[in-house]
């Protein structure tokens, strides 16, 4: 980006994402799955050619990152900064919060990946009782950063979050993510990213293998209303 006008590099920012086909891509890879150009095209509802020449814009702006493995390319967002940016513009895309009546299918609704964390109903709950828990204090003089208090701290040790190693990430350590279908924060950065690995690794929850929902196992809602008195 050109330092001297960033407006230029937003505005070209704003133009990748902007074209129709490139913005079914960029939504599809929002829940953190790596896809083929093959995959992404069947998304998009384009020819695989075309697909190759959204994806080298894609690649270029740094919103999607190609692995190669074998024979085989597979693309996923840039980094967590990119989803964020996706989430939001699908809440502005969506109408003024005020007026806002959810029409999201219920189950993508109760709980959802939002690239590396839970979103949805469920990621907003986490959320709050995380705060009211206080095991979540906001960083002064910020608006929706946060930091771990000595008791969060222990207690997300406990449940096996390395939270050493979330302090060293470069990338915000516990921030809001405003949620696309209810309209209110749910917890991202590295603490956010934590819960979801716990949430997997115990079998809380599973992921849909074929969009982003979660399902919430009976495990994970005797263990939820156990340690943070949600009911889901």
């Known amino acids: 980006m050109d330092v001297e006008h960033p407006e230029a590099g937003v ?12 913005t079914r891509m960029l939504c599809a890879l929002l829940d953190g799955r790596a ?31 190609m692995h190669v493995q074998g024979r085989h ?10 989803a964020a940016a996706i989430e939001a513009l699908t809440v502005i895309a969506g109408g003024p919060i005020g007026k806002f009546e959810p029409n999201t299918p219920e189950r993508m ?11 949805g109903a469920l990621g ?3 959320r709050d009782r995380l705060r009211d828990m206080g095991w979540l204090s906001d960083v002064p003089g910020s608006q929706g950063l946060y930091d771990l208090t000595v008791e969060g701290t222990d207690e997300l040790s406990k449940l096996g979050m390395d939270v050493s190693a979330a302090r060293a990430q470069r990338r915000r350590f516990a921030c809001d ?42 495990l994970g809602q005797r263990e939820m209303h156990r340690r943070f008195d949600l009911a889901v």
């Open 11 to 22: 505005s070209e920012t704003a133009a990748a994402i902007a074209e129709p086909a490139r």
């Open 177 to 218: 993510c405003l949620d696309w279908s209810e309209r209110r924060p749910h917890l991202a950065g590295a603490v956010g990213a934590g819960l979801l690995s716990i949430a997997l690794q115990r079998k809380w929850v599973v992921k849909d293998f074929e969009s982003r929902v979660l399902s919430v196992t009976r």
């Open 109 to 119: 609704r109760a709980a959802r990946t939002c690239y590396d964390h839970v979103a």
């Open 73 to 82: 390319r597979y693309y996923s967002l840039h980094d967590h900064q990119v």
């Open 124 to 126: 907003v709950a986490l």
């Open 35 to 65: 896809r083929t150009s093959t995959e992404l095209a069947l998304i998009a509802g384009i020819n695989p050619s075309t697909a190759s020449v959204h994806l080298a814009k894609l690649r270029e702006r740094r919103l999607v990152l």
